[in-house]
Structures are given as C-alpha cells and as structure tokens.
C-alpha cells in the first residue's frame, strides 16, 4: 500500500524478520489485531505458552487498527465482541495470578 501511494519501495520483509516471531520478551502480554489493520503483518498471533503471550484476530468488517479497543456497541460483530470478551478475561485471570514478592526483585 505504502509503495502504491507513494512510490516508496518499503522493507516489509526485513521488519517481519526483525519484529514478528517469538522477539517479544515481556511475559503476560496479548496482542489484538483487527482483520483490515495494516499492522498485522508485524505482529506474533502464534501463542508462547512459555511467557504467557496470546495473540487474537477481530476477523470483521471496518476492523482496522485498535478496532478492539474502540466503545462497545450493540452493532459489534460477534467476533470482535468475542476478542474484547477474550482480553477482559485473560487480563482477570493474570491480574488473580499470584505474583513473586516485589522484595524480591529489588537489589
């Protein structure tokens, strides 16, 4: 699209290499995408069951960028209203997860 509207070639390819796959290091993270963002290309759906990270597609029509993130309505699609339903729930359960003693972390 970015060559399409501006004539400048891009470095798809050398950004997915670099920033897709398993390079994320922060544990208990998910990433949404909606089906039209033109970010999903940079972003790991793939779930890491080793650092608790999850990746969720909003597979609708007008779902672009934070498209998950927008206010609710009644007029949602069932699949980006199961996305967002998924996020409050995995962001309940980490946030009930016990965590090590913040003592322990300091030095």
């Given at each position: 699209?970015?060559?399409s509207?501006?004539?400048?070639?891009?470095?798809?390819?050398?950004?997915?290499?670099?920033?897709?796959?398993?390079?994320?290091?922060?544990?208990?993270?998910?990433?949404?995408?909606?089906?039209?963002?033109?970010?999903?290309?940079?972003?790991?759906?793939?779930?890491?069951?080793?650092?608790?990270?999850?990746?969720?597609?909003?597979?609708?029509?007008?779902?672009?960028?934070?498209?998950?993130?927008?206010?609710p309505?009644?007029?949602?699609?069932?699949?980006?209203?199961e996305?967002?339903?998924?996020?409050?729930?995995?962001?309940?359960?980490?946030?009930?997860?016990?965590?090590?003693?913040?003592?322990?972390?300091?030095?």
């Amino acid at each position: 699209m970015c060559t399409s509207l501006f004539g400048v070639p891009t470095q798809a390819q050398r950004a997915s290499d670099e920033f897709a796959g398993h390079h994320t290091g922060g544990s208990n993270t998910i990433i949404t995408n909606g089906v039209e963002d033109p970010w999903q290309w940079a972003t790991e759906l793939k779930p890491n069951k080793d650092i608790n990270q999850v990746g969720l597609m909003a597979d609708c029509t007008d779902c672009g960028h934070c498209a998950e993130l927008y206010t609710p309505k009644e007029s949602d699609s069932t699949n980006l209203k199961e996305v967002r339903n998924t996020v409050i729930n995995w962001i309940n359960d980490i946030l009930k997860t016990p965590t090590e003693k913040a003592d322990e972390f300091i030095q």
